[in-house]
């Protein structure tokens, strides 16, 4: 019995280090325009519209995050925006959506930093993952690897649910080596675990309540000492100063026995440095990407990001140039994952 | 017999596009500190020092690059300053300082847009040169060749001239290919020339009116009609417009008898594209040199400058990076050569 509409609950949390220079503090990754047009926030929001079966979304953010998920929101009127006054990871943050539905509302939980090729995959996925919450399944989104990649947790696939397209889920897997990782790809039965969840309010909040007792009365109290302001709800900032910062992986999705997956093969990346960027990106016949004024001469496999300056590039091979305001990097593909640890984007 | 006091005669034409963006127009690669602390202008006055036996400089230049010439000029009130009204090549550039001085006056022409590394080798070969010139000797520096360059012409060494650790010329090479810079350099007769010469000015122009009397003339005919203002010299715009655009080489170096040259091993640069400046540069242990904000991490025979925005590099090898004001270039060592035909550096 699939719902009559999954309500997208769509977190802005994180700042992240790694796209640095083009992703600061200020402005982090799910507010800029990094694979599109259209910012990650803006594409998440859009992969889930009234046509496909959504309803109106939620997003929890942060205040520092506000005034660009309101920006950014297109249709501000019917979308709940719930202000963490200060970030306690997912767990708390789905809690205080959670709270803020009727318990029968099926919630599709989705970051807002990833990116997502084939929308149409996702939302017949989206679909399946409620069928199955509807029924009282704790769904997460098995997303098809596609890499060995070392920088995600895994799930391995359990027996098939009779009747859907999902599978129980035999085990959440840590993030592996590369060894491990390797033999994961080869095995075919393992996914990656992206983040992207369906479950009831009620049950969330059940299960949430039965695993993390205290956090579960923490958000509950924040939440009955909060108060709206506008479209706004303002959690209580004492009271959920109190609450556990946990990730929901952690606090509910491996513990519960009801946890399911449904398989899914949509073109996602977590855009989680420069390098997965530009694999994200429409590329010409060499792979090179550009944003902004650019001219590349004998380059292959190369990304230009500039919002300003003009960028010429000679005869360079996977290499990576962004340009930001009083910022200029230049990085091998390769050394995309050290990005985070430079001193411009380690002191923000 | 050595002449009392040499007079540098310091050639500032052209304007190049091979270091853009750090060269522009308005402002080309002798008024740049590309290499030191100094701009190559300035390094070029400061290599002829009274106390090596130089006297006081001309500097012959455009109207656009006047305003650099008198601001860098260590010692204004000493010098003489000749303004061309347009650029007619070195011929006649050298010609109107041998007009403005006593015909028995030794002048050492230097472009002012080299780098040389070894200033006592420098000023030990001038006073050889010199020697030569007071004997009437036009006498060339035979700069030693240390790769198979393919960019500049080379002399050919001629006997012994007795009594001085000079030569004569056997003969002035055009621009050799690949191969035979490859045999020039392996011969070991062959020497750079690199555009530096010494003569008595009352020489050359006894021998630019042999070989090319209209461009003498029209020579003599603007400094005849010319005046001074303040410290400038400006010859006759229009008797200066009737003059040929030549080479000093084509029009006296290689038709004389008395050609000479002289051995110059003075770790000498033309700093003629981003690689060769590269190379002349004081580099860290890794081959990289940096100038402006910058941080390297995992670099080797990395090349960075720039004047405003911090430039982070990860990973890079064989690269050269360069800010300047709206204009970012990047580009491997190899690519350098093709600087000069970018949009940005064409179009100025």
Redesign the interface.
């Given at each position: 019995m699939a719902p009559s509409t999954i309500t997208p609950v769509i977190l802005c949390g994180g700042s992240g280090t790694r796209l640095w220079?083009r992703s600061r503090k200020a402005k982090p990754k799910p507010f800029l325009p990094l694979v599109g047009d259209e910012t990650l926030f803006e594409a998440t929001v859009l992969r889930c519209p009234p046509a496909a079966g959504f309803g109106p979304p939620v997003v929890v953010t942060g205040v520092a995050h506000l005034e660009h998920v309101e920006a950014q929101l297109p249709d501000l009127a019917t979308a709940q925006v719930i202000v963490e006054p200060i970030a306690r990871n997912t767990a708390a943050a789905i809690a205080l959506a959670a709270h803020r539905l009727p318990a029968d509302t099926v919630m599709l939980v989705c970051p807002s930093d990833h990116h997502i090729g084939d929308v149409a995959a996702f939302q017949a996925a989206a679909r399946e993952a409620a069928g199955l919450a509807a029924q009282g399944w704790l769904v997460a989104f098995g997303i098809a690897a596609t890499a060995p990649e070392t920088g995600f947790g895994y799930l391995r696939r359990g027996a098939a649910i009779e009747g859907s397209g999902g599978f129980g889920v035999a085990a959440f897997v840590e993030k592996p080596d590369a060894a491990r990782a390797q033999a994961f790809l080869d095995d075919g039965g393992y996914s990656w675990n992206g983040g992207i969840f369906a479950f009831r309010a009620g049950t969330f909040l059940d299960e949430l309540k039965a695993h993390r007792p205290g956090l579960a009365e923490a958000v509950r109290l924040s939440v009955e000492r909060g108060h709206m302001d506008g479209r706004r709800f303002h959690p209580d900032p004492e009271a959920f100063a109190e609450v556990e910062s946990e990730s929901v992986d952690y606090a509910v999705m491996e513990i519960t026995t009801h946890a399911a997956m449904v398989p899914a093969a949509m073109a996602w990346s977590d855009i989680g440095n420069w390098q997965a960027l530009h694999d994200a990106q429409v590329r010409d016949e060499a792979s090179n990407a550009v944003r902004g004024t650019v001219?590349l001469?004998?380059c292959t496999n190369v990304l230009v990001h500039?919002d300003?300056?003009?960028?010429?590039?000679?005869?360079?091979s996977n290499?990576i140039?962004v340009?930001d305001?009083?910022?200029?990097?230049?990085?091998?593909r390769?050394?995309?994952q050290?990005?985070g640890?430079?001193?411009?984007a380690a002191n923000q």
């Open positions: 220079p001219e001469r004998d500039t300003g300056p003009r960028v010429s590039v000679i005869g360079a290499l140039v340009v305001g009083d910022e200029v990097l230049v990085t091998t390769e050394g995309a050290l990005v640890k430079l001193s411009g």
